[in-house]
């Protein structure tokens, strides 16, 4: 009979069961449940356990409800996270009542469990059932699109016990010529919030990752990766304003809750699962070993979980430059300001790594491959298929898809031939100057004369990066309609995972790996005749069409199409695209601090198309409208392409991001 895991909708709803357990200080823990007579051999600890019923049953957290996001000038950022009772909570989550063996259990708490998430696995530490101002500790495990970790307790006023009749144990009490009557009520003190945030990318959307947390009675919160407590650790937060400990007969005991403060980039947060749970005391070995850690000791643990090459040279020099700003801090004495990744990355590439896109689809092996063909072809000989082989029919279903995926205004399918090549010159004069052509070593034609190389810095030389399709619309008013679903959608087939927005008119589309790019390239387009057919008209007299086939450059074969109406357009506008494989220069260095205005016949109001950059439609209420308008500010009125053949829009090097 085959094994269907559980899985409960929230943490209220799971169960948990009291076990005892052995745990070693060399050996990874594997919880166990031991009887009474089970001895711990010399150096292993007994402990009595608290762990998720049945073995193997996991926890579905829905994404939390976020309180306010923002912060005041000058503050470190943190965390805003709604904790509810009823759904993060549970009775048993917490430490057993019977001490351990080895150290008292009055304060102190280990958390050991597997999560799968993309992004910001949250735990919490709460002497009750929900969050106790200035009580209780938060710990966000890849918190900012997986970027960091973070470990705080929030300030808040703190009741403060009554002293004992008589007694005067601080030097405000001391001032005091009366002693303090018996029943006078607790006088409330308000602590102050501290917190520890690390650069980090801990978590993982497609792969179980093992974490533990420990609370040390002494005040120290600390968190890790691995399945041994105090090792691996990615960082630590001494609080020396820990609650004083209760009275004797009602220890604390910190509830446990699992929380999901995933706040995503423009894409909705996901929901994340939680297995494996063991709630225990912390062992003196425990202690010991984080006694010792430093933060010189986090740089290589925080990086342990799978990333991609790319992604993890970009995070450790985020992670120096981190570093190089606390040294700097801390030789000047001023307080140490996180940097923020745009300020040393390019923007775009920062951008990404903050947005953490979904995984897309692994294609993981080259369909176009002349080896891979002829293994197909004679598999498909063999069992007496066709002669083209699985590839050629891949591909051909691919565009077939393609064709069939376009959908009329009215939402009906229509079966639509690709598009002229000659199309690819369209509008030349006026979006030449917004068109990124990749440099001249990178054609797959290069030029011998007439052009001249780009310099580049030695350091700096252009490559391809084949994961990446840089595209380019030549329908510039109704791409302004276009949005990052629209693309996505387009390209869906082929499981893309990110748009990297570039500007008004570019973009590059992200794949999990360069097969997956590749094959949307190949199936979606097609190439361009080179040298450019002798039938399509020059920008302007006396100038030469650009070579686009020999830059690399194609066209889709059908137009990207808007698929839901919303404030920035209507359902059915179409745009044309170039695609290219992207190269390291299709990237934005800085933020883009200023947007241009819209091009002629944009409009949000109706589907546009091909040739609505020159709509002229109601152009003597469009002048009354532009009057108006430079009545009351300074806007220009747009004019058509002059007697140079390029829109004077063109002139000022426009760059924007979606």
Not at 92 to 121: D, H, Y
Request: aromatic share 6%; charged share 25%; glycine share 8%.
């Amino acid at each position: 009979m085959a094994h269907h895991e559980k899985e409960y909708a929230a943490v209220s709803s799971a169960l948990f069961e009291s076990q005892g357990i052995i745990v070693s200080r060399d050996a990874p823990w594997a919880p166990t449940k031991v009887t009474a007579e089970d001895a711990a051999v010399e150096g292993d600890d007994r402990l009595d356990c608290v762990s998720l019923s049945p073995s193997g049953a996991s926890i579905r957290v829905a994404p939390m409800d976020h309180a306010n996001r923002g912060r005041k000038s000058g503050q470190p950022k943190m965390v805003f996270a709604r904790w509810k009772q009823d759904l993060h909570f549970h009775d048993e989550l917490r430490v057993s009542k019977s001490s351990s063996s080895s150290s008292s259990s009055n304060g102190n708490v280990t958390i050991l469990f597997e999560a799968m998430a993309r992004e910001c696995v949250s735990v919490i530490l709460s002497p009750e059932m929900g969050f106790v101002a200035g009580r209780t500790y938060e710990v966000f495990l890849g918190a900012q699109g997986n970027m960091v970790t973070t470990l705080q307790r929030k300030g808040g006023p703190v009741a403060k016990p009554s002293p004992a009749p008589g007694a005067s144990n601080t030097a405000e009490e001391e001032t005091n010529e009366e002693d303090i009557p018996a029943d006078t009520p607790p006088v409330a003190t308000r602590k102050e919030g501290i917190h520890v945030t690390v650069p980090s990318r801990v978590c993982q959307e497609r792969a179980w990752t093992t974490y533990w947390i420990c609370l040390c009675a002494s005040g120290k919160l600390a968190a890790g990766l691995g399945n041994v407590p105090g090792e691996q650790c990615i960082a630590v937060l001494t609080d020396t304003e820990m609650d004083p400990v209760a009275v004797e007969s009602e220890p604390v005991r910190h509830y446990v809750g699992f929380g999901n403060a995933a706040t995503s980039d423009r894409q909705p947060a996901s929901p994340l699962k939680v297995r494996n749970v063991h709630i225990t005391a912390v062992p003196n070995f425990v202690e010991t070993r984080l006694d010792g850690w430093t933060a010189d000791s986090q740089e290589d643990t925080s990086m342990d979980v799978a990333v991609d090459a790319k992604t993890q040279a970009l995070l450790k020099e985020y992670q120096e430059e981190c570093r190089k700003a606390k040294a700097r801090a801390t030789k000047f004495g001023v307080p140490y300001n996180e940097p923020a990744p745009d300020a040393f990355l390019p923007w775009s590439q920062a951008r990404r790594l903050r947005a953490n896109p979904k995984q897309g689809f692994i294609t993981g092996i080259d369909l176009y491959d002349p080896a891979e063909k002829a293994k197909q072809q004679a598999r498909n000989k063999r069992f007496g298929g066709g002669g083209g082989g699985d590839a050629a029919e891949g591909a051909e279903g691919d565009n077939a898809e393609q064709g069939k995926d376009q959908v009329d205004k009215d939402g009906m399918e229509t079966e639509a031939a690709a598009l002229p090549v000659v199309q690819a010159w369209d509008n030349e004069a006026f979006v030449r100057s917004q068109r990124a052509d990749p440099p001249t070593s990178l054609w797959e034609s290069p030029p011998t004369e007439g052009v001249e190389e780009e310099p580049f810095i030695a350091t700096e030389k252009p490559t391809f990066v084949p994961e990446k399709i840089h595209i380019f619309s030549i329908d510039w008013a109704a791409f302004k309609q276009i949005r990052t679903n629209d693309l996505m959608a387009h390209f869906s087939i082929y499981g893309p995972s990110y748009v990297e927005w570039l500007g008004d008119l570019g973009a590059n589309i992200l794949f999990e790996d360069h097969f997956s790019a590749k094959r949307a390239l190949e199936s979606l387009s097609q190439d361009l005749p080179t040298p450019p057919p002798g039938d399509v008209a020059p920008p302007k007299e006396g100038e030469s069409l650009p070579d686009l086939g020999a830059m690399g450059w194609r066209l889709c074969n059908m137009a990207v199409r808007k698929i839901a109406n919303d404030r920035h357009g209507r359902r059915g506008t179409t745009a044309r695209l170039l695609v290219r494989v992207a190269t390291s220069l299709d990237t934005l260095k800085e933020r883009p601090s200023k947007w241009p205005k819209p091009p002629p016949g944009f409009s949000t109001k109706r589907v546009l198309g091909p040739g609505s950059d020159f709509d002229t439609t109601g152009k003597e209420r469009g002048n009354k409208r532009q009057k108006h308008s430079r009545d009351n500010d300074d806007r220009q009125p747009y004019e058509p392409v002059g007697p140079d053949g390029e829109h004077p829009l063109l002139s000022g090097g426009l760059r924007s991001s979606r």
